[in-house]
């Protein structure tokens, strides 16, 4: 193994490590599987690393090893107990505009993002990321009309949710 | 949507509320393989022990009569249960490496750990291959001396030699015996070589990674 290969690897790894976390805590629930998820990313970038040419940045290629992982992982653990905690989940909002409703808003928001299926929620997520759709579609392998299509599709779903 | 571009214009300000995982940290997730070889070996190693046990299931009855008509049944039943409770020994000491390893989390532990791993996979094939060996020489010294009863007993339950002549039955009956033992050596001998071989290879890479960081 290539000590060199290797050290690069870790110091991207680390500089880009809330990608990782971002998509650890969307698709986990409690702190030892979001550990466990992240490790698990962590092997399966590592074994693709050397198929990483460098034609894409590395964010962008880690996106798509990072979620395919946490979409194959999360559909093999689907039939586990799922458990609504919004423990760890806080946003940063400045004290001017602080409101307990907007708090509130958007903790029932991310919990509908958290409930959408493993698909839907990875392309929310690039969109929240602020991924525009050629990078959506490149990053999930679909075509740009489709992700168009299908963000609008949830964000339909979510509305239904959040107004029911 | 205004929740959802709410919740993007907030989205960015999450990060610092993440755990900050340090160079070293990631690094050592890297080594966190070894955790799952050892867990391999584990469950190698009661696959094989199940494997044993089916296959002594699916012995014969004809030769199950003719180990008694020798009388070799009590000292094999004896053989056998301390064969087991060996074999199950073993099969926990892999359970406690791969529990010790799973938790390790210093560097310098993981390595010991790692060498007390391959040193009990290394005594598990020993104790295998060394048992193999000596009981197919114990048995076949014992066939040779008491020729006359193996011939007799052989007679009673088969009839595969019955085209022998009575002279050349003991050779022949040892050499098959003996070239069949072989083969079932060699076999075995691959497996471990193939498997646990295998197995080790990688877990030596792992600490000669390990031991790099250390310095």
């Not at chain 1, 805590?25 to 490790?39: G, I, M, P, S, V």
């Not at chain 1, 590592?46 to 198929?51: H, L, N």
């Amino acid at each position: 193994m290539n000590k060199e290969l290797e050290h690069k690897f870790v110091t991207e790894l680390e500089s880009n490590q809330n990608i990782v976390h971002k998509i650890c805590r969307l698709y986990t629930n409690d702190r030892d599987a979001h550990n466990d998820l992240f490790q698990e990313i962590t092997i399966q970038l590592w074994r693709a690393y050397p198929k990483f040419r460098g034609d894409s940045k590395f964010s962008t290629w880690m996106y798509r090893v990072a979620l395919n992982t946490a979409i194959t992982l999360y559909r093999k653990s689907k039939r586990r107990v799922q458990t609504q905690d919004f423990e760890g989940v806080s946003f940063k909002i400045s004290s001017e505009d602080y409101d307990d409703t907007i708090e509130e808003q958007l903790k029932l928001m991310y919990a509908a993002v958290k409930d959408l299926n493993d698909i839907d929620k990875a392309l929310v997520f690039l969109y929240l990321e602020d991924k525009n759709y050629k990078e959506i579609s490149e990053t999930l392998g679909i075509s740009e009309v489709n992700s168009r299509v299908k963000m609008n599709r949830i964000k339909g779903k979510l509305r239904k949710v959040l107004n029911p | 949507m205004d929740e959802l571009e709410l919740l993007k214009s907030k989205w960015q300000s999450q990060e610092q509320k993440f755990p900050k995982l340090t160079f070293n940290d990631i690094y050592k997730m890297l080594l966190k393989k070894s955790s799952s070889i050892v867990k391999w070996i584990f469950y190698i190693s009661i696959g094989e022990l199940l494997f044993w046990a089916t296959l002594s299931f699916l012995v014969p009855d004809s030769t199950q009569d003719f180990v008694t008509e020798m009388g070799l049944d009590t000292i094999f039943l004896v053989i056998n249960i301390i064969h087991y409770c060996v074999f199950a020994f073993f099969i926990f000491l892999f359970w406690k490496n791969h529990k010790k390893i799973q938790t390790t989390d210093s560097v310098g532990t993981l390595m010991n750990n790692i060498l007390k791993t391959r040193q009990t996979v290394k005594y598990f094939v020993i104790y295998n291959i060394g048992t193999t060996i000596l009981l197919m020489i114990g048995v076949n010294i014992f066939y040779y001396v008491n020729g006359d009863a193996l011939a007799a007993a052989v007679k009673h339950n088969t009839h595969q030699y019955d085209a022998i002549p009575p002279e050349l039955f003991l050779e022949k009956f040892l050499l098959l015996n003996i070239i069949g033992g072989a083969i079932m050596l060699a076999l075995v001998l691959l497996f471990y070589f193939l498997v646990y071989g295998f197995l080790l290879k990688r877990l030596k890479r792992n600490y000669k990674e390990l031991q790099k960081m250390e310095m």
